[in-house]
Structures are given as C-alpha cells and as structure tokens.
C-alpha cells in the first residue's frame, strides 16, 4: 500500500551519505518516512469532513565538526536532496560550536532489531468509515432522549514506515500503523447540558472496541454528569481516574526529563537516587510489549532501548535523557530521544479486585475527577492547578457530579501522597495505569 519501498529509501540514505561526504561533513544522520491515512467526522447523521493525506519526508541533520546543521525536504530527486545537504551543511558552518553536540557513541547503538507487531494495515473506504462514525453517534442517541446533540464521531487509520540511519553504521525502521474511533455526545437542555467524550486506540484494528460500545459508555458519562453542582473549597483526598491518572505519569517524565534537567527548570533536581513516590509505588519502562505504541528496538537516534525500573519502591532509578541531554548532565543517553517508552505506574498494595468501585470506598469522603482543564502546572516549582470537574464522594459512594472547581496542590506532595492505585488499568497513549488516589488537594468553588 505504500508508493515505497525499504529498499527506495535504502537508496535515498545512501545519496544522502554520498553527498554528506562530498561536502566535507564529519557526521550526519537522516530519516526519511511515508505515510497515509483517512480521517472522517459526522456529526448529528450528517458527514462533516472527509481527509485522505499521503505525506512523506526526508530530514538530514549533519554536522561540522561540533557545529550541527538540519535541513527537510518533501521532494527525493537527486537535485533536491542534494540541495537540501547543502542547505544543512550551510547552516552547520555558520552555527556556534556545542561541545555536548553530535551523534551517539557507536557502541550505544542498536544491532539487532525485533519485530513487535505493530503494523496492521487497516483496507477502509470512506462510505465505511462513515457508517462505523454514524454507528457510534447512533448508539449514544439511543442511550437516552436526553443525549439529543453531539460535537461528533471520528474514524481515523493511518499508516507509516520510516528508515533511519546515521554516519556511524545504524540503518533501522520499519512499518506501524494507528487507528482510532471517538465520539462526544451532549445530553441535557437549556443551561444543563453536559458533554463527554471516549475513543478507542490501537494499531490493530481487532483491539479497537465496537463503535456501539464507544457510543455508549460516551454518553452514559454525559448522562452522569447532568445537575451538575459547585463545590464550598476545602481541602479532601482526590480520586484521578484512570485516564487522567496517566497525565500524572506523564508529569512525573516532564519532571525528570533530561531538558528540564540540564535546564533547572524542574522541581525534581538531583532526585536520582531519592524517594519520590510512596515506597509501594513502582514504574517500569518496557520497549517490549508486543503491538504497543509505545515499543522499539531503539530510539529516535538509533540508540538502544531496555526495560527498566524508573521507579522502585518510590525510589528514583533513572532519568530521561537523549545524548545531547545527558552530555550536559555529564551523563549516558538512557534511550529516550523522542519519548518514553511503554511507562506502567503499579502499586506494591493493589488488590486485584481493587477496581473503581473499591477505590471509591477508600477515598470514602472526598473528590473523584474525570475531567481537566488548563495547563496549570509550573515545573520549576511543581506548583499544580487544574479547571476541573467530576463527581462528589460520601462514604464510598457517589452523591452527585460537580464542575466548576479548581483543584490545587504540589506536585512532589502530590507523588508522595499516592494511596493507593486501582487494578482499573487503562493504556493512554505510551501511559498505563489505573486509578490513584492522592491523601489530600485544595479545591476551590
């Protein structure tokens, strides 16, 4: 299905070593990528969009002794990418020395490669797309007269492969695919309305859930959310739902990125080594896992992946750090240019029964959040503030849903104040985790 193939893009890494070396560059790394895909959105019975892309890419980075040069074109004649290398061979000559720039050592790079199952194409018309988008919409609506409106029902599938290869020997790529289905549903009238929303993720189609099923449970959140009420402010434990669970996850890897790092523009400063979670709180780093977004043999420099304990016993293990980060810290890349890979947040006490519902008993009086808002999160000071609603908890059991509140506290309290973690994992992106309730937030009506 692609116009390429590996041995095409093959060829064109090699114009671009042949001409790097023509130039007098000292290094230089490439990646070249095709993609494809379709994108569909109805609303209310009637197709609003319909999107068919196919992109593809050539990017060069050389370098001039520790002067670096990047360049991109979407044209793979010879003239073109011959003038692209120039174009970056021009801006490396003309860019000031970094000594923490060039590429990996060689010894830190992948070998071998493994095949994790990502890639299964998934052969969609439009007119199909559009009655799996109409099929969701229709589930929701039939849930209840009250889910009378929608902000929409998406399809989406996409398609890549990718080659990459650099001056030191490392050729790697290959094919993946992701395709997704969401709806928003709106139920209520007049001045209660309430919106939600739910997708399905995955790079093979039989792992994505019925459109019925999306349709649905989207708009019993809807429902759930109707009447609507504020909160006095106060301080009280805070139920993240699994969802959102994964943004704290995902704040812990901003806090210990090698950007922030060499930057000091974290909270989380020389923690390597330290308590930072909870001692029953552990978070692994797995490359591996068949069909996961998140796996690869090796990273966006080619550098080799491992699994990991980030985390162990709420002890600080590792950071996240690509070559250049980790040369200014005066440290080893650990394989994460371009992201994290595969993160699971467990928790050392969590029953296996210890679903939702058992977390609500032992948040037993408090707030439990589905939903935020806002970017409210300073990372120098670890200072965290989120629009936020969801649902209020008494004894275990929830009395009735609440918005327009803030919630607030501190990110370092926030991590040694985990409680507990549900056995209600989700994945959320390259993120999985379920549940975690935190002893105790600010929140404000």
């Known amino acids: 299905?692609?116009?390429?193939?590996?041995?095409?893009?093959?060829?064109?890494?090699?114009?671009?070593?042949?001409?790097?070396?023509?130039?007098g560059a000292s290094a230089w790394s490439a990646d070249v990528s095709e993609s494809f895909g379709l994108a569909v959105n109805v609303r209310k019975g009637a197709v609003e969009t319909i999107e068919q892309n196919r992109d593809k890419g050539l990017s060069v980075t050389v370098y001039s002794g520790q002067r670096?040069?990047?360049?991109?074109?979407?044209?793979?004649?010879?003239?073109?990418?011959?003038?692209?290398?120039?174009?970056?061979?021009?801006?490396?000559?003309?860019t000031a020395e970094d000594d923490c720039a060039g590429l990996p050592e060689a010894e830190l790079l992948a070998t071998e490669q493994r095949d994790f199952d990502q890639y299964h194409p998934w052969d969609l018309t439009a007119e199909q797309a559009i009655g799996l988008a109409k099929r969701m919409e229709r589930a929701a609506f039939d849930v209840s007269p009250l889910v009378s409106n929608s902000e929409g029902a998406s399809v989406n599938t996409g398609q890549s492969h990718y080659l990459s290869a650099n001056s030191l020997g490392f050729v790697g790529g290959g094919p993946y695919s992701r395709h997704t289905m969401a709806v928003s549903p709106i139920a209520g009238a007049g001045e209660d309305m309430q919106r939600d929303d739910w997708y399905s993720s995955a790079s093979h189609v039989a792992r994505l859930a019925e459109p019925e099923r999306i349709g649905q449970y989207a708009a019993q959140r809807a429902l759930a959310k109707l009447g609507a009420r504020k909160l006095k402010t106060r301080r009280v434990p805070v139920l993240f739902e699994a969802p959102l669970a994964a943004g704290l996850l995902g704040s812990l890897v901003q806090a210990t990125s090698g950007s922030a790092l060499y930057r000091r523009s974290t909270f989380m400063l020389d923690s390597?080594?330290?308590?930072?979670?909870?001692?029953?709180?552990?978070?692994?780093?797995?490359?591996?896992?068949?069909?996961?977004?998140?796996?690869?043999?090796?990273?966006?420099?080619?550098?080799?992946?491992?699994?990991?304990?980030?985390?162990?016993?709420?002890?600080?293990?590792?950071?996240?750090l690509s070559t250049y980060s980790a040369r200014k810290l005066g440290m080893k890349t650990t394989g994460n240019a371009g992201g994290a890979h595969n993160l699971s947040l467990t928790s050392r006490l969590t029953p296996m029964g210890d679903?939702?519902?058992a977390m609500l008993r032992r948040l037993g009086t408090g707030l439990l959040v589905t939903d935020l808002m806002g970017q409210g999160v300073n990372y120098v000071t670890g200072d965290y503030s989120r629009g936020a609603s969801g649902y209020w908890v008494h004894r275990g059991v929830i009395q009735y849903p609440v918005q327009e509140i803030t919630i607030a506290g501190n990110l370092a309290q926030m991590f040694k104040g985990i409680v507990a973690v549900g056995a209600d994992v989700m994945t959320r992106g390259t993120k999985r985790t379920g549940s975690i309730l935190i002893d105790e937030m600010a929140i404000a009506g």
């Not at 003239?79 to 174009?87: G, K, N, P, V, Y």
């Open 1 to 23: 299905m692609f116009e390429y193939t590996r041995n095409q893009f093959q060829d064109l890494l090699d114009q671009v070593a042949h001409h790097s070396k023509r130039l």
């Open 68 to 94: 670096r040069g990047n360049a991109s074109t979407s044209d793979f004649s010879a003239q073109a990418i011959s003038q692209t290398l120039e174009a970056a061979f021009h801006i490396a000559r003309f």
């Open 272 to 320: 390597l080594g330290k308590s930072v979670l909870p001692s029953h709180i552990d978070v692994i780093e797995d490359p591996f896992i068949p069909a996961e977004l998140g796996s690869g043999s090796f990273d966006s420099e080619g550098v080799r992946t491992s699994r990991r304990e980030l985390v162990s016993g709420g002890v600080l293990q590792g950071y996240f």
């Open 355 to 357: 679903d939702l519902p």
